[in-house]
């Protein structure tokens, strides 16, 4: 089976493409192949209808909060409020995510889905920072578009398989919370550049055999990127691949996943 994990970003450019790695599953070994760089959403868009058999694990967040999305007021299905936002376009999409968390109390301005909570990570509604509320806002509208099978969310092409991935959440299952990376060029360290390669030699070394019953094969050359976007588009098809080997237990996800909110691939967080 062709694996894809990709690194995603809300504004592709030279500096900060969209990160694919195509890898190939055989049984339960993954072997890492090519490595490209999309530098606009035409060529992430052509990508998602390239016909399948594969299967894609995206590094952003698929939906919101059910909290957020009945307090705001949007539309009830995942379909409707994904059509919704991206109506009212990237600045629109930010005033009303700004509007909403403006008059709230601190701790109550940005709402976490239950599979962020089980995973760790932030809040889709995030604009600054690490603004996931604007990747959500590119790349939700352009999977659902695409007219591909998204677990839980969407029923498409049953041979473009697409799955919520979040590299964060298998990194700490290696290294902890050493951090691996860092896109200013001022901030990076040969630290980060040692956890990179830590990671991927565990990875390399039957580290995530226990975890996801996969044994890994990637070059060296993925740690190199201290934005690490390379390592992370990995990470992203490991998931991907485990969701693959768990397709006939709903791709490793819960039973009872929220169909307004979506879940992440990954077995710590799945039954």
């Given at each position: 089976?062709?694996?894809?994990?990709?690194?995603?970003?809300?504004?592709?450019q030279?500096?900060k493409?969209?990160?694919?790695?195509?890898?190939?599953l055989?049984?339960t070994?993954?072997r890492?192949?090519?490595?490209?760089?999309?530098?606009?959403?035409?060529?992430?868009?052509?990508?998602?209808?390239?016909?399948?058999?594969?299967?894609?694990?995206?590094?952003?967040?698929?939906?919101?909060?059910?909290?957020?999305?009945?307090?705001?007021?949007?539309?009830?299905?995942?379909?409707?409020?994904?059509?919704?936002?991206?109506?009212?376009?990237?600045?629109?999409?930010?005033?009303?995510?700004?509007?909403?968390?403006?008059?709230?109390?601190?701790?109550?301005?940005?709402?976490?889905?239950?599979?962020?909570?089980?995973?760790?990570?932030?809040?889709?509604?995030?604009?600054?920072?690490?603004?996931?509320g604007?990747?959500?806002?590119?790349?939700?509208?352009?999977?659902?578009?695409?007219?591909?099978?998204?677990?839980?969310?969407?029923?498409?092409?049953?041979?473009?398989?697409?799955?919520?991935?979040?590299?964060?959440?298998?990194?700490?299952?290696?290294?902890?919370?050493?951090?691996?990376?860092?896109?200013?060029?001022?901030?990076?360290?040969?630290e980060?550049?040692?956890?990179?390669?830590?990671?991927?030699?565990?990875?390399?070394?039957?580290?995530?055999?226990?975890?996801?019953?996969?044994?890994?094969?990637?070059?060296?050359?993925?740690?190199?990127?201290?934005?690490?976007?390379?390592?992370?588009?990995?990470?992203?098809?490991?998931?991907?691949?485990?969701?693959?080997?768990?397709?006939?237990?709903?791709?490793?996800?819960?039973?009872?996943?929220?169909?307004?909110?979506?879940?992440?691939?990954?077995?710590?967080?799945?039954?």
């Amino acid at each position: 089976m062709i694996i894809y994990g990709i690194d995603f970003t809300s504004r592709p450019q030279r500096s900060k493409p969209i990160t694919c790695l195509e890898s190939v599953l055989e049984g339960t070994h993954l072997r890492a192949g090519n490595l490209t760089e999309w530098r606009d959403f035409a060529a992430f868009e052509a990508a998602l209808r390239k016909p399948g058999p594969w299967v894609a694990g995206i590094d952003f967040p698929f939906g919101q909060s059910r909290r957020f999305i009945k307090t705001i007021g949007w539309p009830d299905t995942w379909q409707g409020y994904v059509d919704h936002a991206k109506q009212l376009g990237r600045q629109g999409f930010r005033s009303a995510l700004d509007d909403y968390r403006k008059d709230r109390p601190a701790g109550d301005k940005e709402h976490r889905r239950a599979t962020d909570i089980a995973a760790g990570s932030i809040s889709p509604q995030k604009l600054y920072g690490t603004p996931v509320g604007l990747m959500f806002f590119e790349g939700a509208p352009r999977i659902k578009e695409a007219g591909v099978t998204i677990p839980g969310l969407q029923q498409g092409d049953p041979l473009r398989i697409v799955v919520e991935a979040y590299p964060g959440i298998l990194a700490r299952s290696l290294i902890g919370r050493q951090s691996y990376k860092q896109d200013s060029k001022a901030k990076q360290t040969r630290e980060q550049y040692k956890a990179r390669m830590e990671i991927l030699n565990l990875v390399n070394k039957n580290g995530v055999q226990p975890s996801h019953g996969l044994t890994v094969e990637a070059p060296n050359s993925l740690a190199d990127d201290p934005g690490a976007d390379h390592l992370d588009a990995l990470l992203c098809a490991i998931q991907a691949a485990w969701a693959w080997t768990r397709r006939h237990s709903n791709y490793g996800l819960p039973t009872t996943i929220d169909p307004l909110e979506g879940w992440i691939t990954h077995p710590t967080t799945s039954p």
